[in-house]
């Protein structure tokens, strides 16, 4: 039993050493990531990314602008703004589109729903949109997490383009960076390999 428990602390060990000191799991990451393919989609469909103190964090800053970016491209005529409500009652998707209608959207091609996991979000775009029409849609959200939320998406009859408004490749080269990319990359296989299981893909 000891000697088990020292391998596993090893191989903890040599794991970190590689993710912070190599850029293996960048080269992974990059490997693993969806690329984007744009083009016109009956909608587009921003994921959440969190609130931070009730105000939008990077990820979510991020994703929303790159929304924005197509909806202004022309290249679909509604955006769909999902995630969570925070626990002060906060709603991420509406927070999203009061900085969409400030930054000149119009308000009647925005729309919101709140959902708590990718799943959800698939499940709530599929009720809103596919009612309206909808069958294509461009999915805004970072390239790792894309693998997965495409497949929930497809698994609820949508024909996605990949956009992915992307904290991979904001990323710096160094250790923190790299050691961050490792934990997202880990986070999303296991995540995936679940949703698989559970059949949500």
Request: one cysteine or more; charged letters at 20%.
């Amino acid at each position: 039993m000891l000697r088990a428990c020292r391998l596993v602390g090893i191989l903890v060990l040599a794991a970190l050493v590689i993710a912070a000191l190599t850029p293996l799991p960048t080269r992974i990451a990059m490997d693993y990531a969806v690329e984007p393919r744009l083009g016109p989609a009956d909608a587009i469909v921003v994921l959440g990314g969190g609130l931070v103190r009730g105000s939008l964090g990077d990820s979510s800053l991020r994703r929303v602008v790159e929304g924005l970016r197509l909806l202004h491209l022309g290249l679909a005529p509604l955006i769909l703004f999902t995630g969570e409500s925070s626990p002060d009652g906060r709603s991420e998707p509406e927070v999203r589109a009061r900085l969409a209608r400030e930054l000149g959207a119009p308000p009647e091609r925005i729309m919101t729903a709140t959902a708590n996991t990718t799943h959800q979000e698939a499940q709530v775009a599929a009720a809103l949109l596919q009612p309206r029409g909808a069958r294509s849609i461009l999915l805004v959200t970072g390239s790792l997490h894309l693998v997965r939320a495409r497949g929930a998406f497809e698994r609820q009859g949508f024909a996605v383009l990949p956009a992915p408004a992307d904290e991979l490749y904001t990323l710096g080269s160094g250790a923190t960076e790299r050691f961050l990319v490792a934990r997202m990359l880990v986070r999303e296989i296991v995540a995936r390999e679940y949703y698989r299981l559970a059949g949500y893909l």
